[in-house]
């Protein structure tokens, strides 16, 4: 059942109009969640195909889904990470307020909407410059919780993220505040759909959904992922500006001192900078936009991993 979560009026006789999809009933809940940034579409195919599964299966369905596939619906139609009205990233206004801006209004009416859920799901894709292997963040300060949770997802990876670097305005923070547990998933990279991500992350939804007692039908088992914490990540940023020219494939296992790719200088045909792996792991983030300035993220690696 469609449902209208909040309605905001626009200029020229139009409404803003975010609305959710609520599939089953039940007491436990599930809160799938994604569109809050314009550019990030990775989502929108979870979104459908696991609302497609639960149409064409609600026997197997005891419990509510609630499906939110566009909290930005102004940016995802204008091809615009933030709100395009005001330029505001709206991963930046939670948990809102009833008497603030349009953007605030609208965050507090969808945190209480989705609080109290068994779980919600919060996914992200990366943005255009930076391709991400699928993985889950987590809080440390909420880890001991939601890991257990996560490890139902099947991605590849679950990063424990330092108390200090987590936004505090966030949605997932606000809902884990709230004691709603919340994971959010990052994977692929911007204004792209990457199938075997998504197909990989309904089956880990399903499996999460069995977890709770939601769904009764098989599911395919998810391996175990590989747990780190910000102490066993390095970071691979460049010196100069250039074009970066990658020499390895995303998602491979790099050994340190190998090199990672160079920024290269396209007016004079120099090699500006050779960049090379800190550590020896795997490679799960990969810049993906090859125009780079100084201090531009290259890659991430993951030491020791296999």
Request: with cysteine; charged share 20%.
């Given at each position: 059942?469609?449902?209208?979560?909040?309605?905001?009026?626009?200029?020229?006789?139009e409404d803003?109009?975010?609305?959710?999809?609520?599939?089953?009933?039940?007491?436990k809940?599930?809160?799938?969640v994604?569109?809050?940034?314009?550019?990030e579409?990775?989502?929108q195919y979870?979104?459908?195909?696991?609302a497609?599964?639960?149409?064409?299966?609600?026997?197997?369905l005891?419990?509510?889904?609630?499906?939110?596939?566009?909290?930005?619906p102004l940016?995802i139609?204008?091809m615009?990470?933030?709100?395009?009205?005001?330029?505001?990233?709206?991963?930046?206004t939670f948990?809102?307020?009833?008497g603030?801006?349009?953007?605030?209004?609208v965050?507090v009416?969808l945190?209480?909407?989705?609080?109290?859920a068994?779980?919600?799901?919060d996914?992200?894709?990366?943005?255009?410059?930076?391709w991400?292997?699928?993985?889950?963040?987590?809080?440390?300060?909420?880890?001991?919780?939601?890991?257990?949770?996560?490890k139902r997802?099947?991605m590849?990876?679950?990063?424990?993220?330092?108390a200090?670097?987590?936004?505090?305005?966030?949605?997932a923070?606000?809902?884990?505040?709230?004691?709603?547990?919340?994971?959010v998933v990052?994977?692929?990279?911007?204004m792209?759909?990457?199938?075997?991500?998504g197909?990989r992350l309904?089956?880990?939804l399903l499996?999460?959904?069995?977890h709770?007692?939601?769904?009764?039908?098989?599911?395919?088992?998810?391996?175990?992922?590989?747990?780190?914490?910000?102490g066993?990540v390095?970071?691979v940023?460049?010196?100069?500006a250039g074009?970066?020219?990658?020499?390895?494939?995303?998602?491979?296992?790099?050994?340190?001192?190998q090199p990672?790719?160079?920024?290269?200088?396209?007016?004079?045909?120099?090699i500006r900078?050779?960049l090379r792996?800190?550590?020896?792991?795997?490679l799960?983030t990969?810049?993906e936009?090859?125009?780079?300035?100084?201090?531009?993220?290259?890659?991430?690696?993951?030491?020791?991993?296999?």
């Amino acid at each position: 059942m469609i449902q209208e979560v909040v309605r905001v009026p626009l200029a020229v006789g139009e409404d803003l109009v975010i609305p959710k999809n609520r599939m089953g009933s039940g007491e436990k809940r599930l809160c799938v969640v994604t569109g809050t940034h314009g550019d990030e579409l990775e989502g929108q195919y979870v979104a459908w195909k696991l609302a497609r599964l639960l149409k064409e299966h609600p026997e197997h369905l005891h419990g509510t889904v609630d499906i939110y596939p566009a909290l930005n619906p102004l940016g995802i139609s204008t091809m615009t990470r933030g709100i395009p009205l005001c330029d505001l990233d709206m991963n930046r206004t939670f948990p809102g307020s009833e008497g603030g801006s349009m953007s605030e209004f609208v965050a507090v009416r969808l945190t209480r909407d989705m609080q109290g859920a068994d779980v919600c799901v919060d996914i992200h894709a990366s943005n255009i410059f930076l391709w991400e292997i699928p993985q889950v963040r987590i809080n440390e300060n909420t880890a001991e919780r939601l890991v257990p949770l996560a490890k139902r997802l099947g991605m590849d990876l679950i990063w424990i993220h330092a108390a200090a670097t987590v936004l505090e305005s966030t949605l997932a923070h606000s809902l884990n505040a709230l004691d709603t547990p919340t994971l959010v998933v990052e994977m692929g990279v911007g204004m792209r759909l990457t199938r075997s991500y998504g197909d990989r992350l309904v089956s880990g939804l399903l499996s999460l959904m069995a977890h709770l007692g939601m769904w009764d039908a098989p599911v395919v088992p998810v391996a175990p992922p590989m747990v780190s914490t910000d102490g066993s990540v390095s970071f691979v940023n460049a010196a100069c500006a250039g074009i970066f020219v990658p020499a390895v494939a995303h998602d491979a296992r790099v050994e340190e001192g190998q090199p990672i790719g160079d920024i290269v200088e396209p007016l004079t045909g120099e090699i500006r900078e050779t960049l090379r792996s800190p550590a020896t792991g795997l490679l799960f983030t990969l810049r993906e936009y090859p125009v780079v300035y100084e201090g531009s993220l290259i890659a991430r690696i993951l030491g020791g991993a296999l």
